[in-house]
């Protein structure tokens, strides 16, 4: 059975820095598409970077460009995202999803499993 596993998430100062990571089980990465999302209440479901299924290559939104960092590792089947200079607004429940087609990019309801997600919390 897939699942997916996020961890690293917490409570950090204004400017900090947190890493998370997504371990998963079940499937190897390869022809697959992983994407990192966050929903805080009230907002939308917003996607932060991806691994593309397709190209290999990866993606960012503008909001985390130069600030976000993804990074995997095929081998152990796991992803990180490496967030710093952390604002408020990123407050949120940061989630890691599957796409088993390889082309969910940045559209949240294209990716077929998820983590429980983890909360981070960033404090002025």
């Known amino acids: 059975e897939v699942q997916l596993v996020e961890s690293g998430g917490g409570l950090v100062q204004a400017g900090g820095s947190l890493r998370l990571s997504c371990a998963a089980s079940g499937f190897t990465f390869d022809n697959y598409a992983i994407g990192w999302f966050r929903q805080a209440p009230g907002k939308e479901r917003e996607g932060l970077s991806c691994?593309?299924?397709?190209?290999?290559?990866?993606y960012y939104a503008d909001s985390v460009k130069g600030r976000f960092t993804m990074s995997s590792d095929n081998a152990k089947n796991t992803v990180h995202l490496q967030m710093n200079s952390l604002e408020p607004e990123d407050t949120a429940v940061y989630y890691c999803a599957l796409d088993v087609h390889g082309l969910g990019y940045f559209y949240w309801y294209e990716y077929d499993y998820w983590g429980q997600g983890t909360q981070v919390t960033v404090s002025s």
């Open positions: 691994i593309s299924g397709t190209d290999g290559r990866i």
